[in-house]
């Protein structure tokens, strides 16, 4: 071995390493950031379900699926989303039946507690806005969680996953450390090995592209204040205690013996 030779290896050595570092430094980065957000993904699922649970008790009040479509209709949303949540608890969400003159007054008042936590909650999961009667992020310092979030992030992310395929892929990485290596060069022209074996490696080690739709993310209407559409509320309640008085007694002492039992 010549001298040149003794001051190449070295370099060509720490060459090689510095190449290995940054290809697994850019899988470990790409990685993490998949990783966080699919734990923001489950996060916004979390809030998906709160919505879920808030839409349950209004549409509960609200008698049937028809009457409940239509006060959506009313107020010019596509209820939908709302409709497809199961019943729940509704300890979840009151904690008392409001005060009143009247059966009138009581069921519309609770009509529109149940409006505002739901507004509420549509607003706090599409675009974060976080008023006080939502509870903070269980994840640990991180902003808010939202919908408009998740799909900025999915499009970065997936932005990122193409980048290392395209940039820094696993036979791009192993054909520069064997432009060091001219021996080896030699040996896989006699062995028929080589960059056909190697680029047959990106298939295996790609990362793949996050499917939106396989994340099965709600997106729900956003519902004007109640001060907004107070009147129209008021007089869609009035309206369904002379239609229902039976079944609105009914429903409202379902509620308030749940809410006594908690």
């Given at each position: 071995?010549?001298?040149?030779?003794?001051?190449?290896?070295?370099?060509?050595?720490?060459?090689?390493?510095?190449?290995?570092?940054?290809?697994?430094?850019?899988?470990?980065?790409?990685?993490?950031?998949?990783?966080?957000?699919h734990?923001?993904?489950?996060?916004?699922?979390?809030?998906?379900?709160?919505?879920?649970?808030?839409?349950?008790?209004?549409?509960?009040?609200?008698?049937?699926?028809?009457?409940?479509?239509?006060?959506?209709?009313?107020?010019?949303?596509?209820?939908?989303?709302?409709?497809?949540?199961?019943?729940?608890?509704?300890?979840?969400?009151?904690?008392?039946?409001?005060?009143?003159?009247?059966?009138?007054?009581?069921?519309?008042?609770?009509?529109?507690?149940?409006?505002?936590?739901?507004?509420?909650?549509?607003?706090?999961?599409?675009?974060?806005?976080?008023?006080?009667?939502?509870?903070?992020?269980?994840?640990?310092?991180?902003?808010?969680?939202?919908?408009a979030?998740?799909?900025k992030?999915?499009?970065?992310?997936?932005?990122?996953?193409?980048?290392?395929?395209?940039?820094?892929?696993?036979?791009?990485?192993?054909?520069?450390?064997?432009?060091?290596?001219?021996?080896?060069?030699?040996?896989?022209r006699?062995?028929?090995?080589?960059?056909?074996?190697?680029?047959?490696?990106?298939?295996?080690?790609?990362?793949?592209?996050?499917?939106?739709?396989?994340?099965?993310?709600?997106?729900?209407?956003?519902?004007?204040?109640?001060?907004?559409?107070?009147?129209?509320?008021?007089?869609f309640?009035?309206?369904?205690?002379?239609?229902?008085?039976?079944?609105?007694?009914?429903?409202?002492?379902f509620?308030?013996?749940?809410?006594?039992?908690?």
């Amino acid at each position: 071995m010549t001298m040149n030779d003794d001051m190449i290896e070295p370099l060509v050595g720490e060459i090689l390493s510095d190449v290995a570092t940054s290809f697994f430094d850019a899988r470990r980065r790409i990685e993490a950031k998949i990783d966080l957000f699919h734990k923001y993904v489950e996060e916004l699922h979390k809030m998906a379900a709160d919505v879920q649970s808030r839409a349950a008790l209004l549409n509960l009040l609200l008698v049937d699926d028809r009457q409940a479509g239509a006060f959506y209709q009313m107020l010019g949303l596509d209820g939908g989303p709302f409709l497809n949540a199961k019943r729940v608890d509704p300890r979840d969400d009151l904690s008392c039946v409001p005060f009143a003159i009247g059966f009138s007054g009581r069921y519309t008042k609770l009509v529109c507690t149940a409006y505002t936590h739901l507004q509420e909650a549509c607003v706090n999961y599409a675009i974060g806005q976080q008023p006080e009667s939502i509870k903070t992020p269980t994840l640990p310092n991180q902003e808010f969680i939202y919908y408009a979030l998740i799909l900025k992030m999915h499009q970065v992310l997936n932005d990122d996953i193409k980048r290392i395929n395209d940039t820094i892929s696993p036979s791009c990485t192993l054909q520069f450390a064997r432009e060091f290596k001219p021996d080896l060069i030699a040996k896989e022209r006699v062995t028929g090995g080589g960059i056909s074996s190697a680029r047959s490696l990106d298939e295996k080690l790609c990362y793949r592209p996050i499917d939106l739709n396989s994340l099965s993310l709600l997106e729900f209407p956003l519902l004007p204040k109640l001060g907004d559409v107070r009147s129209s509320v008021n007089r869609f309640c009035k309206d369904l205690c002379k239609r229902y008085p039976d079944e609105l007694k009914k429903i409202v002492e379902f509620i308030r013996h749940r809410i006594r039992a908690e």
